[in-house]
T-cell receptor, first 112, second 115 residues
């Protein structure tokens, strides 16, 4: 079993819809949670960085962490075709120290 | 503020050769980490350097090595290249003053093709 599980998709939604992405993790020692967006042939771009359970909002993006369930989510409101990309969750902490453990990524396609 | 710079962007090498990739972190960042990204395995951690010392290492063979210079720039080297080493190699930099300052910013990557 992988330490971080993420549905690979693809997830296809119409423009303007809410995109809902999630990851589950197995190690309760993980402390910090990040979401990255990666366009084809580019490096990952940091979208959200959060520590505590609860919600964190930044513009159209909301990150949600539920440490009791070991479940993290990313919501994208009013999705745009430019949001079409692969979204990766990454988790940090515990014995792994500064090593980021990534989910496999979810490919999202927002159709105009 | 300049981002993470990786050079070269693309490389084609032959099996058995060696290769050196370079990464310049964001100014002021002292931690540099390297990751390998492949379609099958996703993003996998190679190693992390902080103040010229390797602080963490992933599960890769000894053919993969790295170093960090006093100006925080880092290089990674792969010797005796194999076809399976074809991948996007990504470098990430962070302030790394404690875990709460470990937001990692990635470069565009070096795409290595081994033929």
């Amino acid at each position: 079993q992988k330490e971080v599980e993420q549905d690979p998709g693809p997830l296809s939604v119409p423009e303007g819809a809410i995109v809902s992405l999630n990851c589950t993790y197995s190690n309760s020692a993980f402390q910090y949670f990040m979401w990255y967006r990666q366009y084809s042939r580019k490096g990952p771009e940091l979208l959200m960085y959060t520590y505590s359970s609860g919600n964190k909002e930044d513009g159209r993006f909301t990150a949600q962490v539920d440490k009791s369930s070991k479940y993290i989510s990313l919501f994208i409101r009013d999705s745009q075709p430019s949001d079409s990309a692969t979204y990766l969750c990454a988790i940090l902490g515990g014995a792994a120290g500064n090593k980021l453990t990534f989910g496999g990524g979810t490919r999202v396609l927002v159709k105009p | 503020k300049a981002g993470v710079t990786q050079t070269p962007r693309y490389l084609i090498k032959t099996r058995g050769q060696q290769v050196t990739l370079s990464c310049s972190p964001i100014s002021g960042h002292r931690s540099v980490s390297w990751y390998q990204q492949t379609p099958g395995q996703g993003l996998q951690f190679l190693f992390e350097y902080f103040s010229e010392t390797q602080r963490n290492k992933g599960n890769f063979p000894g053919r993969f090595s790295g170093r960090q210079f006093s100006n925080s720039r880092s290089e990674m080297n792969v010797s005796t290249l194999e076809l399976g080493d074809s991948a996007l190699y990504l470098c990430a930099s962070s302030l790394s003053r404690g875990l709460e300052n470990t937001e990692a910013f990635f470069g565009q990557g070096t795409r290595l093709t081994v033929v």
